[in-house]
């Protein structure tokens, strides 16, 4: 089944320093890749999401980049704020296909110091 | 619009006795999926439907049963429960429309078995 590891576990930034959170995955069939959002005792909230057939996508202060080949992703976080504080979830899926739930990785704490 | 509710919030169980968690969505969903968190984890699939009157195993599904009889509502049983089966469960929810990838995640419930 599909793999996926997320580095680091916990990263600590400055307010309005960029943040990036790295994920690779195993399956090469995998082709959707959320992240997702949680704060504490909070559900997962998706933050934005690529799909295979797109190298990058951004959406005001927040991007993600794919890498197919090299089969890792990653999440871009620029001018970071103190509300950006939380847990961060990559996943990946093959969307569509018969086994479509997500396969999540273990998460990093951001932690944005003022 | 409610989207994805559970029912409890809370449960304190002792080893061997049973309870439904219960997942609702009114947003006329085909998928739904039940997902397991761990401190330090990500979530894990537990079980997913792809439609009313189907079921299928996720990554770990052993000790836990599911039913979806209504399209809207998808149920997680723990017929005899363990210690380790403490944890938070979240149900999330996607519609089946072609390219509609996104998952709905509800409010969780706290599972703690003693």
């Known amino acids: 089944g599909e793999n996926v590891e997320q580095h680091p576990s916990t990263l600590s930034v400055q307010e309005g320093d960029s943040a990036v959170i790295k994920c690779t995955y195993s399956?090469?069939?995998?082709?959707?890749f959320p992240w997702y959002k949680q704060e504490l005792g909070k559900r997962p909230q998706l933050i934005i999401d690529i799909r295979s057939n797109v190298g990058e996508k951004k959406d005001q202060r927040i991007a993600v980049t794919l890498n197919k080949t090299a089969k890792h992703f990653s999440l871009h976080i620029t001018e970071t704020q103190p509300e950006d504080s939380a847990v961060y979830f990559c996943a990946a899926s093959k969307a569509g296909g018969g086994a479509d739930g997500l396969t999540f990785g273990k998460g990093t704490h951001l932690i944005i110091q003022p | 619009n409610a989207g994805v509710t559970q029912t409890p919030k809370f449960r304190v169980l002792k080893t061997g006795q049973s309870m439904t968690l219960l997942c609702a969505q009114d947003m006329n969903h085909e998928y739904m999926y039940w997902y397991r968190q761990d401190p330090g984890m990500g979530l894990r699939l537990i079980h997913y439907?792809?439609?009313?009157?189907?079921?299928a195993k996720g990554e770990v599904p052993d000790g836990y049963n599911v039913s979806r009889l209504k399209k809207q509502n998808f149920l997680l049983g723990l017929e005899s429960a363990a210690p380790s089966q403490t944890s938070v469960y979240f149900c999330?929810?996607?519609?089946?429309?072609?390219?509609?990838?996104?998952?709905?995640f509800g409010p969780g419930t706290r599972l703690t078995v003693t």
């Open positions: 439907s792809v439609g009313e009157g189907t079921t």
């Open positions: 399956d090469s069939a995998s082709n959707y």
């Open positions: 999330a929810s996607r519609s089946g429309g072609l390219r509609l990838y996104e998952q709905y």
